[in-house]
């Protein structure tokens, strides 16, 4: 049977009186209370083996309390349970020196089995203060969904080790973003986080990409160039859509993450890294590997933590705070300010995001620069989303890479297989044409937040010509953006 004081604290009563029956069913024995100084008093007495506690108390924030904690009673172990459910919840705790981060609401039986771990563990936790310098929270990692709530706790985990993280998720979902947050609030804040994408560099040069190249290594090197693993020393280098990597830069990578070195190309020193590596990829590595496209080696390499981003479609219900944030995010930039209604959010959860995140995100810029309205109803994302579109990268149908013309080409098909033996009604190549100039236009003046002049610039038009093509094509145009 488990021993142990527990120290409960937490302003809500029923809550105190939930755990209270769990801890005490569990073997505990156990003392709550409603508030922090109350808390304190305890902990000062030296009562307690571990304290359970909310962050948000009537008279201190557990956050501002914790520090005093952990100075005072080093080795006792702070589970903190918040309501507030954000990335910045889990990141505060576990800066500050709490055992674990527990989002409300939380099953009792995970709570149990926390508490026996900390209890069962030696106490030989660090004495040194905890961190207490305050994070920028406008870090886009956004979402209160159970998915995102689980990857917030595993990146709190994470912020303080050096090990590889693996991340995995559809194209959108936000991986280079979870990278950078891994980076921007781990110890090696102070270094430089460099990304670079396979998939965008050509074959033969991602060697030299990767670990630079000596003068006169090749035709065209007249110079020595470094690599993107000196420019990461010390820091984090991101390898996104590591599954895109070819095979002989793949053997190059094991080795420096074998020895710990590398060579640049034409050059004969080792070069000693001190680099974290946190690499993404939207295939399925496994996969790669039974094709006899990855190194089954590399991948175990890399995969010491996996972390799987979840499609929107998953999460569905963290989608009235993304688009709030980007709102946010785009009247910060200049953009007028938004909100959407009910049914506008109720419209948006019922679609499938093929884009994900990112497809969200430039929904939102649309809207803010396209629009006059302040509230955005759910005719007008119905509008939005029934424009017709390119597909994009990641998407269930797998066509990441097909080409414009392609996609074109492949809607035709389609278009006039519906007809039979038939053909589609008369004037078909001004229809095409619209229906192409729409979203063309509509991305361009997004993209320039509305501005006209850009835009024309942007699309190689003539002013004049885009205002009729607005006018002909009834767009709306923000028109008091820069």
Same mark, same amino acid.
């Given at each position: ?19 209270? +029956? ?30 359970? $506690? ?14 005093? !904690?952990?100075? $005072? ?17 889990? !990141? ?39 961190? $207490? ?26 912020? +303080? ?30 270094? $430089? ?96 590997? +039974? ?136 004037g078909l190549y001004h229809r095409i044409l619209r229906e192409i100039e729409h979203p063309l236009l509509t991305a361009a003046l997004a993209a320039t937040r509305g501005n006209q002049i850009r835009a024309a610039d942007l699309l190689g038009v003539n002013r004049n010509t885009l205002r009729k093509k607005i006018r002909d094509l009834d767009i709306q145009v923000y028109r008091g953006g820069s």
């Amino acid at each position: 049977m488990p021993t142990g004081s527990i120290l409960v604290a937490d302003d809500d009563a029923a809550i105190r009186t939930v755990l209270n +029956q769990a801890l005490s069913r569990a073997g505990y024995e156990v003392r709550s209370t409603g508030n922090a100084a109350t808390l304190w008093r305890w902990v000062t007495q030296g009562d307690g083996d571990l304290i359970i $506690t909310d962050v948000v108390m009537p008279d201190e924030n557990a956050f501002d309390l914790i520090p005093r !904690i952990r100075k $005072t009673r080093p080795d006792l172990p702070i589970i903190v349970m918040s309501a507030q459910n954000t990335f910045m919840t889990a !990141i505060r705790a576990s800066e500050r020196g709490a055992y674990e981060y527990l989002p409300k609401p939380f099953d009792l039986k995970e709570l149990i089995g926390i508490v026996g771990r900390a209890l069962s563990e030696p106490k030989e936790r660090s004495t040194a203060a905890p961190k $207490t310098e305050e994070f920028d929270p406008s870090i886009p990692l956004v979402g209160r969904s159970p998915a995102m709530q689980e990857i917030y706790r595993v990146l709190a985990r994470l912020m +303080q080790t050096d090990l590889t993280v693996m991340i995995s998720g559809e194209s959108g979902t936000g991986k280079e973003l979870v990278a950078r947050a891994l980076h921007d609030f781990g110890k090696r804040r102070a270094g $430089t986080f460099v990304a670079i994408n396979m998939a965008a560099i050509p074959r033969d040069l991602i060697e030299s990409e990767l670990f630079g190249h000596e003068k006169g290594a090749f035709t065209g090197a007249n110079t020595r160039s470094a690599g993107r693993f000196e420019q990461a020393e010390g820091g984090t280098l991101f390898l996104d859509e590591i599954g895109d990597m070819p095979m002989e830069a793949q053997t190059r990578l094991l080795r420096v993450l074998q020895q710990g070195e590398y060579t640049t190309v034409g050059g004969r020193t080792p070069i000693k890294s001190d680099v974290r590596i946190v690499a993404a990829t939207n295939k399925d590595l496994r996969l790669l590997i +039974q094709q006899g496209l990855f190194r089954e080696d590399l991948f175990f390499r890399l995969n010491v933590v996996p972390l799987r981003l979840p499609p929107l479609r998953e999460r569905t219900e963290d989608i009235a705070d993304l688009i709030r944030h980007f709102f946010a995010q785009a009247e910060r930039e200049g953009l007028p300010p938004k909100q959407i209604d009910q049914a506008a959010l109720e419209r948006l959860k019922r679609h499938r995001w093929p884009g994900n995140v990112r497809e969200l995100e430039n929904l939102a810029r649309r809207l803010a620069a396209l629009y006059p309205q302040e509230t955005i109803t759910a005719a007008v994302i119905e509008t939005e989303l029934a424009q017709p579109a390119v597909p994009l990268g990641g998407s269930e149908e797998g066509r990441a890479d097909e080409s414009l013309s392609a996609a074109v080409e492949r809607h035709l098909a389609a278009y006039f297989g519906g007809f039979d033996e038939g053909l589609p009604p008369a004037g078909l190549y001004h229809r095409i044409l619209r229906e192409i100039e729409h979203p063309l236009l509509t991305a361009a003046l997004a993209a320039t937040r509305g501005n006209q002049i850009r835009a024309a610039d942007l699309l190689g038009v003539n002013r004049n010509t885009l205002r009729k093509k607005i006018r002909d094509l009834d767009i709306q145009v923000y028109r008091g953006g820069s």
